[in-house]
């Protein structure tokens, strides 16, 4: 897909999503960019605020890309969030915001930004295929959904591992219109509370010896928003990490 002149909708643009956002506006992408609070978050593009954990904000997010730039073209889904939780204090609430910003936001963007993206004529980059390439959406997991969970993080394991089945049970239900995947991020940004002896944990259990960065993210979703023939993947972007 050609990204000039696309419109994208992005959630979660604070850290990495920063580096996203500008890249696709230096590609000449009309960025709509949700935020919950800070509207500094939205700098880069249309700003949408938003709970993405309620069906009636991501319905208003997706109004209001059609309202000012006349359709959607691709969804890039960061929103998340991360805390530790350890076993003792677990309880139901932990559950429900884990799941709700995480895996039921997905499932709302992708089945409300979907039905939108299937009213679209098809993108002429598809190169006379025949697939009539309507859209592109784009999910976050984590590595450790697909190797090995975080200790004191399980809702977030199970919410981020539900997010691969939802793109890939995407992928199959808007195919061939619609073409979807996940990136499973490793350690790409080194967490500000991070401790010495952590960050030498992580480096040590790292083949590449080293956090990635923000680019190598934005890397791989420009990769998946360009690319036509590739659908209901995983894409790790881990250093190694998975393997170690």
Known sequence: MELQGKTIILTGAARIGQDVAMALKNRGVNLVITYLKDKQEAALGFGAQADVSKKEDVENVVAATIK?????????????????????????????????????????????????????????????????????????????????????HLPYNAAKAAVVGLAKSFAKELAPHVLVNAIAPG??????????????????????????????????????????????????????????
């Open 68 to 152: 000012k730039f006349g359709n959607i073209d691709g969804l890039v889904h960061m929103a998340a969030i991360y805390k530790a939780m350890p076993w003792e204090t677990l309880n139901e609430h932990d559950w429900d915001s884990n799941i709700n910003v995480i895996a039921k936001s997905a499932y709302l963007f992708g089945k409300i930004a979907g039905d939108q993206m299937l009213k679209n004529f098809g993108d002429p980059s598809a190169n006379g295929s025949g697939q009539d390439i309507k859209g592109k959406m784009i999910f976050f997991s984590d590595w450790s959904a697909l190797a090995r969970p975080y200790k004191d």
């Open 187 to 244: 350690p790409i940004l080194r967490p500000p509370d991070l401790t010495e002896e952590e960050n030498e944990e992580v480096i040590a259990n790292t083949p590449l010896k080293r956090w990635g960065g923000s680019e190598e993210i934005t890397k791989g979703v420009l990769y998946l928003l360009e690319a036509d023939f590739v659908t209901g993947t995983v894409l790790t972007i881990d250093g190694g990490r998975s393997i170690a």
